[in-house]
């Protein structure tokens, strides 16, 4: 499986911004796909997941009630839609995509860069 995300840029805190990760390559094989990020000088951190159905959606604590992910299983893409921005979600995402609901990521897109000014 191969994903491609785009869609980061420079954004005014309190404002939005649609990220998108298309996957391309073996993508029946996908069960569960997810955002990740890493803000400047600091680890990898998980965002939010969602299973391969729709059914099932995570978020981490720091972005409950202000993103939201989805998938467009016809365009293989999943989304990850974020509003009230705030300086503190600058970082770098990356989508990641596994063929279980547990254990590791495998597949790993590029990332891509999102800044939020104060």
């Known amino acids: 499986v191969q994903l491609q995300a785009s869609g980061g840029g420079l954004v005014q805190a309190g404002g939005s911004l649609r990220l998108s990760c298309a996957a391309s390559g073996r993508t029946s094989s996908i069960a569960d796909m997810g955002w990740f990020r890493q803000p400047p000088g600091k680890e990898r951190e998980f965002v939010a997941a969602i299973n391969w159905s729709g059914v099932s959606t995570y978020y981490a604590d720091s972005v409950k009630g202000r993103f939201t992910i989805s998938r467009d299983n016809a365009k293989n893409t999943m989304y990850l839609q974020m509003n009230s921005l705030k300086p503190e979600d600058t970082a770098v995402y990356s989508c990641?995509?596994?063929?279980?609901?547990?254990?590791?990521?495998?597949?790993w897109g590029q990332g891509t860069q999102l800044t939020v000014s104060s």
């Open positions: 990641a995509a596994r063929r279980s609901v547990v254990g590791r990521y495998e597949s």
